[in-house]
């Protein structure tokens, strides 16, 4: 997700607690500060929380000096370096960020198989290595994206097992024929007992 959006993630060292210091005296400023003071209407619902803690961050935690800031407040420090910050583009999908990835090779029955659930794909992938982007928490039968070569191929489905051991393919060109009654082939506009016959002399 970091690379897409052209972000480093970068961790403490060992025993280099400094980087993320700010970040745990911030939970120990909400222990002390907001969460001593939360009522029975606060702690009702999620929501009544997160109510309750934005009207503390944005009324009191932004507007209170910070030695860590040399005395402004977070609200100051933000005037003067918000325009720094850079905001993912308007139509960016956030949710496709955070799909996992899992690369498999498609086999001869153009099928690929996702934590023990068998997906069909295009029958022009067989053989190549794909790139399957899932959501984990979703439920088995929920398509999941099939990329080659960085590009969004298809939507892939569960195998349908019985309707797919009905279909046969073809080696040369790994096309698809459902069995069943063949359709007959069209017959030739051009018989060979129609052609007008040899001249007498030249036979």
Sequence with gaps: ?????????????????????????????????????LGAEDTRSLQALNRRLWAWVEGEYHHSPHRGLSGATPLEQWAQCGEAVHFPEP???????????????????????????????????????????????????????????????EQARPVETYANCFVKRHRPSWTLEVEGPSAQAPT?????????????EER
């Design 91 to 153: 139509g960016l999908d956030l949710d496709d960020l955070f799909l996992f990835e899992a690369q498999r090779k498609v086999q001869k029955d153009r099928t690929v198989s996702l934590n023990g659930v068998l997906y069909e794909v295009d029958a022009a992938l067989v053989g190549e290595k794909v790139t399957l982007r899932f959501d984990p928490s979703a439920p088995p039968a929920r398509p999941v994206q099939v990329c080659h070569q960085g590009k969004l191929i």
């Design 188 to 200: 030739s506009a051009l018989r060979l007992r129609e052609l007008p016959g040899e001249p007498e």
């Design 1 to 37: 997700m970091c690379a897409k959006l052209g972000l480093a993630l970068i961790h403490a060292r060992p025993y280099r607690p400094q980087g993320k210091g700010k970040i745990e005296r911030w939970f120990k400023t909400v222990r002390a500060q907001l969460l001593t003071r």
